[in-house]
């Protein structure tokens, strides 16, 4: 977003834009992504802030959860790319290293974008194919970390440096082996081969330079010693020169030969130099984002809408921030902020006016969701002293001034912050000033953030369409700001009750109070009453969801508590069914038992007894046996069958429940006692269990 609008530099500093992206900056991994971010300005095209925001949204929900991402640095090389346009042209070791690190960032973050390219397509969207993989290995080779170029670089370099270290090998031993042979007297203590002027040469005394001979490359400041090249060692020294020269050529040779190299991709080195900054001031923008806890507000569509909004400068910091929410509705324009000293009125509108500013940047706000911010093509700020000693203007003169240009520029595109608006002369001249100012701007649909402590302006948020009244809560009992903001309502200046506070005589305070005027005295006393049922209704909005939520968590223990009675109850008649089986089961036991002792008892009776009395007591074992296998033998009472239940039996009501009668009402009723439950049912209803 580097689309410049027509916001003057010096609304920039009055609302500290600089030390805001100061703050997202500090995010990118290289200096080149950082200062990417620092360069950022407001645009006005809504789409290309839509589109800006909504790539920085992607990549701070995937860092979210992946802190992995990760931009790489890397250099400057905008001098390199401009030189490789010239041809024959050559760039030097430090700048083709240089060029190498460029390579190697630019296909890491290609790797990592392509990583992205599933979850992120916007951030994706930066990925450029780097230059051929194959450069980076003839650099490798060639230059070293610290730009010098390697003997690996070519066969005749390594030769040639080869022939250079033996020569001097040879010439310093030739030196060492002369010094050595000198008289004591000719040299100078502590003596060694030594250079000057790019020659080898031994330090003697100047009384003994002609018994030594040679050539004379330097001296001592006291002239006492004579850096001399013997005679001996001339034409060795001469060869180490031409030998160095040669060296000097093979390098040359093949820092142009790696220049012409990456030449031919120049465009595509510049392309992949590019997506590698970009991403870092993407990344920068989108941990911002993670930091501050920050929503992309909707752009550019229906009035100004802040939830949640914080002053980026605070965001973060050891004071906590109080969040305040801010909408205008479509008929809406001014906004008029009252309220006593420290209250925070001029900490709101800088707030408001760097959240446009940074999201028109393409950095999301600490803002939260469901906010929206119109584009402003135009942001006016008068906020602060303007006090000038050289150009003559006293402080009102100078917001003055400042009024003037703003109701000469400003319109519907535009957002006006004015702080202490008509303050510095006669008060009941600068509230007319100030009135008709925001009458002015209302009527043109700028939209307009503006701070006073005039009684008088206080009065245009019930007698004008699209002027609202909003303050900033104070404590009244401890004198202390809450930072709350509250719209629709006026603040009160709280000047006399501070004073009171600090300890002005009560007489003096007397006096004042007597002074001011009833209409004053008399709408602070509405705003105190306002005030306080405003108090009161947030206690009692207090005490509501302190009692929603108890009765939550009462409601959640009861269904708890119903859940172990439910399961307990089935716990109950799974047992009884078990129980009732067994009995069963045992009692089919005894019978057959007793069948076997009763064919016994009939086989040896049969004699002495009829046929006919031992079929019928074969029969009537059988039929108890039968009554065993029966699942629950009904039990009637009553006439017609109608079973008639009394306190102590066992009873089933519904489908799954079986309880004992506890008490037979004389209306039909029965309590039945469900493990730890009571229920109430018609006699007709339930049926008897198994004994």
């Known amino acids: 977003m580097n689309e410049v609008g027509e916001i ?24 080149l992504g950082a200062a990417r971010v620092k360069a950022r ?31 790489e640095p890397v250099p400057d090389i905008a001098p390199a790319l401009d030189l490789l346009a010239v041809p024959g042209s050559a760039l030097d070791g430090l700048t083709l290293g240089l060029m190498a690190a460029t390579l190697v960032a630019a296909r890491l973050t290609a790797a990592e974008l392509g990583r992205l390219a599933k979850d992120a397509a916007r951030t994706a969207a930066l990925r450029v194919e780097p230059p051929p993989k194959d450069m980076d290995a003839r650099l490798k080779a060639a230059i070293g970390p610290d730009g010098e170029v390697l003997d690996g670089a070519s066969r005749d370099l390594a030769k040639a440096r080869k022939a250079v270290r033996d020569t001097r090998q040879r010439l310093i031993a030739r030196l060492e082996a002369l010094l050595h042979g000198l008289d004591p007297q000719d040299t100078v203590t502590d003596a060694t081969v030594t250079v000057r002027n790019n020659r080898y040469v031994i330090p003697v005394r100047a009384t003994s330079r002609s018994r030594v001979g040679g050539i004379v490359h330097d001296a001592s400041a006291s002239r006492a010693t004579m850096f001399v090249e013997p005679p001996e060692v001339i034409e060795l020294g001469n060869e180490l020169r031409d030998l160095e020269a040669a060296e000097q050529r093979e390098v040359q ?51 100004l809408e802040i939830h949640a ?27 008029l902020v009252s ?14 006016g760097l959240a446009c500013l940074l999201a028109q940047s393409g950095v999301i706000p600490p803002i939260g969701p469901q906010s929206r911010l119109p584009i402003f093509r135009e942001v006016f700020a008068d906020i602060g002293d303007r006090q000038s000693i050289a150009a003559s203007l006293s402080t009102f003169s100078a917001h003055v001034a400042a009024v003037r240009d703003i109701l000469e520029r400003a319109g519907p595109t535009s957002l006006v912050l004015l702080d202490e608006l008509g303050s510095g002369t006669d008060p009941a001249e600068g509230a007319a000033l100030a009135a008709a100012t925001l009458k002015a701007l209302t009527r043109r649909h700028a939209v307009t953030l503006t701070t006073t402590h005039l009684g008088a302006l206080k009065k245009l948020g019930a007698e004008t369409v699209g002027i609202v009244n909003a303050s900033l809560q104070f404590d009244a009992e401890t004198l202390t700001p809450t930072y709350r903001l509250l719209k629709g309502v006026p603040g009160r200046s709280y000047g006399l009750a501070i004073a009171r506070r600090l300890g002005v005589p009560a007489d003096v305070l007397r006096e004042a109070e007597g002074a001011v005027p009833d209409a004053e005295r008399a709408l602070d006393a509405l705003l105190a009453a306002v005030e306080a049922r405003a108090r009161e209704q947030e206690a009692r909005a207090v005490a509501l969801d302190a009692a929603e939520t108890a009765a939550r968590e009462r409601a959640a223990e009861l ?13 109950l008649l799974a047992r009884e069914r078990a129980l009732d089986k067994e009995a069963r089961e045992r009692a089919r036991a005894y019978l057959l038992e007793a069948r076997k002792t009763v064919e016994a008892a ?3 009776a049969r004699a002495a007894v009829d046929e006919a009395t031992a079929k019928q007591a074969r029969r009537m074992v059988e039929e108890a046996i039968e009554k065993t296998n029966e699942p629950a033998p009904s039990e009637t009472r009553g ?32 309590v039945v006692q469900v493990g730890s439950v009571r229920v109430v049912a018609d006699a007709s209803q339930v049926q008897p269990t198994a004994r």
Not at 282 to 302: H, K, M, S, W
Not at 311 to 329: C, I
Not at 564 to 570: N, P, Q
């Open 639 to 670: 006439t017609g069958g109608r079973f008639e239940p009394k306190v102590g039996d066992r009873v089933q009501v519904g489908a799954n429940s079986t309880g004992m009668v506890v008490e037979v009402r004389d209306n039909g009723e029965i």
């Open 602 to 604: 009939l086989g040896q």
């Open 559 to 571: 269904q708890s508590r119903l859940d172990d009675v439910t399961e307990r109850e089935r716990g």
């Open 8 to 31: 003057a530099p010096s609304v920039l500093d009055t609302l500290e834009f600089s030390a805001a992206l100061e703050r997202v900056a500090a995010h990118a991994v290289g200096p």
């Open 41 to 71: 300005r407001p645009g006005r095209d809504p789409d290309k802030v839509r589109a800006a925001l909504a790539q920085v949204a992607e990549l701070q929900s995937l860092l979210i959860t992946d802190d992995s991402i990760r931009a």
């Open 339 to 352: 309220g006593p000293n420290t209250g925070g009125k001029t900490v709101l509108i800088k707030a408001v």
């Open 253 to 303: 040779r093949v820092l142009r030969e790696l220049t012409d190299l990456l030449r031919p991709h120049r465009e595509r080195l510049a392309a992949a130099w590019e997506m590698c900054i970009a991403f870092d001031d993407l990344c920068a923008r989108a941990r911002y984002a993670v930091e501050v806890n920050g929503f992309a507000p909707a752009v550019g569509d229906g009035p």
């Open 309 to 335: 909004g914080r002053h980026p400068l605070l965001e973060g910091g050891e004071v906590v921030v109080v969040p305040f929410d801010l909408e205008l509705a479509s008929d809406e324009w001014t906004v």
